[in-house]
């Protein structure tokens, strides 16, 4: 079902989970707010490799590869998707009228093939991996990491301690993970596993948001 937010943008709520894939407050302000102001924006790197946990609507990739074009970052961007969208319910999308941006590259991201690299533009690679991120085998290290699950009411296997241990043996040290929850049981996860963590002033309609560093190797 499509649902119009706040701010005009369009999202997506899922019967599975009975919960929307972005705020009713704002799509796309969600999107700029968590994901590219609080953690590509943060980074202060010219190659960055980005891990998403959800790629759902494909929006935070097709907002990292308008923002990294504008600054000339090279993005090699892989996401893990286990139930991906249907064209019928995609097509519906406006996210390229919104932001007046190129359609083609938003009809590219989602009609790139699963478990391949495929080249988006010559400075932005795109793997999607069908899998849950349970049980994925993450194989290469990131810089920054969009988790951008359903919430812990929806997915609470997805918010467990061993998952963010996995992320954070494959963050470069340096690296941000930024997450739209403020849940104080899954900042106290983030600070035992090693995380350094920050709670920063949230996008319209939640007080907070969270976003991690990790500082150490292990």
Not at 16 to 44: D, M, P, W
Not at 66 to 92: M, W
Not at 150 to 160: G, I, N, T
Request: glycine share 6%; aromatic share 12%; charged share 25%.
């Amino acid at each position: 079902m499509i649902k119009t937010t706040a701010d005009g943008s369009k999202t997506v709520f899922s019967e599975r989970f009975q919960e929307s894939y972005h705020s009713v407050n704002g799509a796309v302000t969600e999107s700029l707010h968590v994901f590219i102001k609080a953690g590509l924006l943060e980074c202060g790197k010219n190659l960055l490799n980005i891990f998403e946990v959800g790629f759902g609507t494909g929006l935070n990739a097709y907002l990292t590869y308008i923002e990294a074009g504008k600054r000339n970052i090279q993005v090699n961007y892989h996401a893990v998707e286990l139930f991906p969208l249907e064209d019928s319910v995609i097509t519906l999308l406006d996210y390229p009228i919104m932001l007046n941006a190129d359609a083609n590259v938003f009809s590219a991201l989602h009609q790139a093939p699963w478990e391949e690299i495929v080249m988006i533009s010559k400075d932005f690679a795109l793997k999607k991996m069908k899998s849950d991120l349970v049980t994925i085998e993450l194989i290469e290290s990131y810089d920054l990491i969009y988790f951008d699950a359903f919430s812990p009411a929806q997915q609470p296997e997805l918010w467990d301690e061993s998952i963010f241990t996995k992320l954070y043996q494959h963050l470069n040290v340096g690296g941000i993970l930024t997450t739209y929850c403020a849940k104080g049981d899954v900042r106290r996860t983030l600070k035992k596993i090693g995380f350094t963590t920050e709670r920063l002033p949230g996008p319209p309609g939640k007080h907070e948001m969270l976003r991690g560093r990790k500082k150490y190797k292990v």
